[in-house]
């Protein structure tokens, strides 16, 4: 009975070892992968961008003097005309200090008239002592005396005139705080914005300080989304290059437009140190919907370029490895240190050994990416799994992944 359980464990052993062997000389197993073709295609560039819609001349108004609204003629929504009554502003106060100004001038007005009396009296004494004096029927000290007070009084005509003009020019300040007022439009448009009411106070405006805005008038007839570019992308972003506008409050339609403006520095954020650099772009919309409010939610593509026919890879097939380079040998300053290429499977098959393949590439499309040097066409590549490709190396023996029946693609279930 031992004898034969021998005989069973040595015949084990050499199975194993058998198929140790067979193993051993088939190789190693290929590695699943997805696979691509290389072809051409038409590809279009873009850039994708949130924002808001407004219009493109809007106007904020604040008070340019401190004082109780003491009439407001317009609500939000309403269309007005350059020019068109929009509220008042207590006058009271602007009005008595516009009088007062008005009364001291007139005052001073008497006083240049009698100055320029007093002037033409001192001018009729010094010629009568003059004639006195030459007669020498006077003496030199009432002579020199009646000189004396042509002088002083034409001195005080011009300071009585000085005051005038000071006084005239105090009017005029009154008398604009007294317009300022009034407010009325600066432009054609629509009321988009009403942030005070009748009886509150209105305070003089502060640059940049939204608290100190009455009203905001909006031209909507012609009518821009301001978009925010990542840093990333704004080098591709050029004036008048088109773009496709979606907006959240106009489902299924999409809208026409053209860069009118890039912006230059970045958008000023929160102190967040990790806060991604944005610039602000703005594109006019050419068809803008009848009844369209500014402050809506929009989504752009900027479409930045556009080559058709081009041999064309899918973005996930692109492998950047280090640059080979014979041994001992550094890189050159400026040299660049890696390359991008692309893994293409032996003789375009389904299952073989794979071989990186350096290549140029130009424009990026949504999921594929021009080809200028490298592949001729119809090679296989590598297209992912991205694990896959993280690890693949020249040689490696790789066949296409088998497609999930579809029933269990479409997650159907079957009968036993």
Known sequence: ????????????????????????????????????????????????????????????????IMGQITQLAVREGDAVKKGQFLLEIDPANPRAVARSSEASMQALLRDVESARANLELAKSDYERARANFEAKIIPRADYERAETGVTTSEAMLRSAERRVEQARAQLEGARDTLSKTVVRAPIDGIVTARRVEEGEVAVIGIQNSPGTVLLTISDMSVVETELEVDEASIPQVKLGQEVKLRIDAYPNRTFSGVVTEVGSS???????????????????????????????????????????????????????????????????????????????????????????????????????????????????????????????????????????????????????
Do not use: H
């Open 1 to 64: 009975m031992r004898k034969k359980w021998v005989w069973i464990l040595l015949a084990v052993v050499l199975l194993g070892a058998l198929g140790a062997v067979a193993v051993s000389r088939r190789g190693p197993r290929p590695t699943p992968v997805q696979l691509a073709k290389v072809e051409r295609q038409d590809l279009q560039a873009k850039v994708a961008a949130n924002g808001k819609i407004q219009a493109q001349k809007k106007v904020e108004i604040s008070a340019t």
């Open 266 to 416: 970045p958008i000023l954020q929160s102190s967040a140190v990790d806060q991604a650099v944005k610039f602000k772009v703005k594109a006019q919309i050419k068809d803008p919907p009848e009844g369209i409010k500014p402050g809506l939610t929009a989504q752009a593509d900027i479409l930045t370029g556009f080559a058709p026919q081009v041999l064309a890879v899918p973005i996930q097939s692109i492998v950047l490895r280090e640059k080979e380079r014979p041994a001992g040998t550094q890189p050159q300053v400026g040299e660049a240190r890696e390359e991008e290429g692309v893994y293409i499977v032996e003789e375009g098959k389904d299952e073989g050994k794979v071989a990186f393949v350096p290549i140029t590439t130009g424009l990026m499309g949504e999921l594929s990416i021009e080809v200028k040097s490298g592949l001729k066409g119809d090679e296989k590549l590598v297209s992912g799994p991205f694990k896959v490709l993280r690890t693949l190396k020249p040689g490696d023996l790789v066949v296409k992944e088998k497609e999930p029946p579809k029933d269990a693609a479409a997650g159907g279930a079957t009968e036993d």
